[in-house]
């Protein structure tokens, strides 16, 4: 399905957003310098002015839509040459225009324009995008030092008014003045979603002028948003507009919905695959018949299939104007073996019909996305296409063939907690809510078995198994990797202790099983890692601390951090008591549970064993900044029972 560019390419989109120069700012350049400064204190630069201004037209049925983008940006230290390569988008949804980039350079009371004459236009590829349509023209501005103004103007026709970008009053620099404005004849009906908003000023106006409206919201003085790691997506947290279409007027007069609610998105929706698949392929049949012999259950048919396409057919996007929302035949996508989100949601459910299941086409946006349907419902609200089959009434399995390791019953990880557009016939429609996995859906489990050398080392025997989303990752990890390649990679997943930690032998099992856990068996050495004192050993059983470094600096950081899903971590580490030693200390149990994070270790002794076992669990999808303290009080607590060691004492003779 056709990328969101209001998503992962969002600050990108941000460089460029944003009319001519208001003479109410025209001030000499060295007091704007200062009064930014004193205004905007350690900020590298700051937009004067951001600015987007749409006209919309009726033309018979359709609606055309020009998008005039100014912006104008001071530089205030050495520093803000980082900002001086720009660029802006063109595809088949937003055609470039015109555009105009410059630097003004101080020159006494004014300044000199020197304009941008080099301009390179290329096709613009996300991560995992083999085709996209968007190309992308950049240049650099030139002559950029403390007190220049580098200042952008483009316009942007829109063809189809049901995809317009969002308005964002925020950047990635303080932005003295922001300003949208849309001005359309008074039968066509706007309306718009605010998000992130509270506690900030946005002015609005409406002026009626003859036969034209014009809206227009603005607010002054926004600060740069926070720049935390690990942090969700722009817009989760930066204050944007989304405006869009609501009515328009039709060849008879009448008011036509185009983007109202669900039903009219639906509408949209629902026209890119009405002609899907009108005669059924032979081939394809043949291979779905062969699927289903000896299928005992309806459950058991949509594994096989779902299996089928993710074993068969290689996910390949592509973003090719209306192609990027509109799916392909399923005996076309059968006879390529290849196929984008849209296309592999069409086959498996062209397949399950064929095998006598009912599945329904499903739209939905990933996790980038914070949009729920019930308040706001246009193309912006998805990214991806999966099926949707219904188990039994209310209950589904979200099937995302492109994720060739996921198991049957799981979401693909990206979707969890989403609302999923499910088609069930050509007029009618249901939102469904995507769960998110609980911790224990993705364990992952690693036993084994130490014995003391005589060298202050240890040796290992063991096996770590993984499943759920922990199993996709690190199936998707070691997929195609030479003996080399994988080889260091193992050593890297399984080392534990310190650096002088050697894996002698390892085997991997269950790689393509989704329904068992990817299943790694090993042995291991590890030196200089045992303490002797005299008559006494002194051995730390833990020997990998997830989470020891993971305290929060509260204070500073702003944004949630995101997560990619639950799991829980067990270890049973067994060491074997060496001959002529007893056990002198055995740590006591440690425990501490949160909703989100939290650990158990616990030591006992079995026989000539000491047998530590450690549970550590997260559960969340995004933490919130009220969380950050406890959180870090578990890390604190799990930080105090990884120091704890275990004591052995040499026996009296």
């Avoid at 001071?74 to 225009?97: G, I, M, P, T």
């Avoid at 999966?386 to 060739?404: C, H, M, Q, R, W």
């Avoid at 979707?415 to 999923?420: L, R, V």
Wanted: proline share 6%; glycine share 6%; hydrophobic share 35%.
């Amino acid at each position: 399905m056709k990328a969101n560019k209001w998503s992962g390419g969002v600050l990108a989109l941000l460089l460029c957003a944003g009319l001519a120069l208001p003479a109410a700012h025209a001030q000499q350049p060295t007091q704007l310098v200062a009064e930014m400064q004193a205004k905007f204190p350690g900020e590298k630069a700051v937009y004067l002015d951001y600015r987007t201004d749409l006209t919309l037209e009726a033309k018979g049925d359709s609606v055309l839509v020009l998008a005039r983008h100014h912006q104008d940006m001071l530089h205030l230290d050495a520093q803000s040459v980082a900002y001086v390569n720009d660029k802006v988008f063109n595809s088949h949804f937003s055609r470039l225009q015109k555009l105009d980039a410059r630097t003004l350079v101080p020159s006494g009371n004014s300044y000199k324009t020197v304009k941008v004459t080099d301009y390179k236009e290329k096709f613009e590829l996300q991560s995992g995008i083999f085709y996209d349509d968007t190309r992308s023209t950049t240049w650099t501005f030139p002559a950029v030092a403390p007190g220049a103004r580098t200042v952008t103007d483009y316009t942007v026709r829109h063809p189809d008014p049901r995809f317009l970008n969002p308005f964002y009053f925020g950047s990635y620099v303080p932005v003295r003045h922001a300003e949208l404005t849309i001005t359309a004849p008074r039968n066509i009906k706007i309306s718009h979603r605010l998000f992130h908003t509270e506690g900030l000023n946005i002015n609005f106006s409406k002026q009626e002028k003859g036969n034209t409206v014009t809206y227009r919201w603005t607010s002054d003085n926004l600060p740069s948003p926070p720049r935390d790691s690990d942090g969700p997506e722009a817009a989760y947290y930066l204050p944007h507009l989304v405006y869009f279409v609501e009515e328009v007027p039709s060849a008879d007069g009448q008011a036509r919905k185009v983007l109202a609610g669900v039903p009219e998105l639906y509408n949209l929706y629902s026209g890119f695959v009405s002609k899907l698949d009108p005669q059924e392929s032979p081939a394809l049949r043949r291979v779905v018949d062969s699927l289903v012999v000896g299928a005992k259950t309806e459950q058991d048919r949509v594994q096989r299939v779902y299996y089928w396409v993710q074993d068969n057919i290689r996910y390949v996007a592509f973003e090719n104007g209306m192609g990027g929302f509109i799916p392909r035949d399923a005996g076309a996508v059968y006879a390529k073996r290849y196929g984008d989100c849209k296309d592999m949601a069409n086959l498996t459910r062209e397949m399950l019909r064929m095998a006598g299941v009912k599945s329904y086409l499903t739209w939905i946006g990933t996790r980038d996305l914070p949009y729920r349907y019930s308040e706001l419902a246009t193309p912006g609200v998805d990214n991806h296409m999966i099926t949707t089959y219904e188990a039994s009434p209310g209950k589904y399995v979200f099937l995302d063939a492109t994720n060739k390791y996921m198991p049957f019953g799981m979401p693909s990880a990206f979707i969890q907690g989403k609302e999923a557009l499910m088609a069930v016939d050509g007029k009618n429609c249901k939102v469904v809510d995507v769960p998110i996995m609980s911790q224990d859906r993705s364990p992952v489990s690693d036993v084994s078995a130490l014995t003391l050398d005589d060298k202050g080392g240890l040796r290992g025997k063991g096996s770590l198994q993984l499943a759920g989303y922990p199993k996709v990752m690190q199936s998707y990890a070691l997929d195609g990797l030479d003996q080399t390649e994988e080889t260091k990679y193992i050593k890297a997943l399984l080392e534990r202790g310190n650096n002088k930690f050697f894996v002698d032998k390892y085997s991997v099992s269950h790689l393509d099983a989704r329904d068992q856990p990817l299943t790694i068996d090993y042995e291991y050495r590890l030196q200089d890692y045992v303490q002797k004192l005299d008559d006494e050993i002194y051995v730390n059983l833990n020997l990998e601390r997830p989470y020891a470094h993971d305290r929060i600096d509260a204070d500073k950081r702003r944004l949630p951090r995101v997560n990619e899903y639950a799991t829980q971590n067990h270890s049973r580490t067994e060491l074997e008591i060496p001959a002529g030693y007893d056990v002198e200390y055995l740590p006591p149990t440690a425990e501490m549970n949160d909703p989100v994070f939290g650990f158990k270790v616990k030591y006992e002794r079995q026989g000539n064993k000491i047998v530590q076992d450690k549970q550590v669990y997260i559960n969340y999808l995004l933490l919130q900044p009220k969380q950050f303290q406890q959180w870090n009080a578990v890390v604190d607590k799990l930080n105090a029972a990884y120091r704890e060691t275990v004591i052995l004492k040499r026996k009296k003779a």
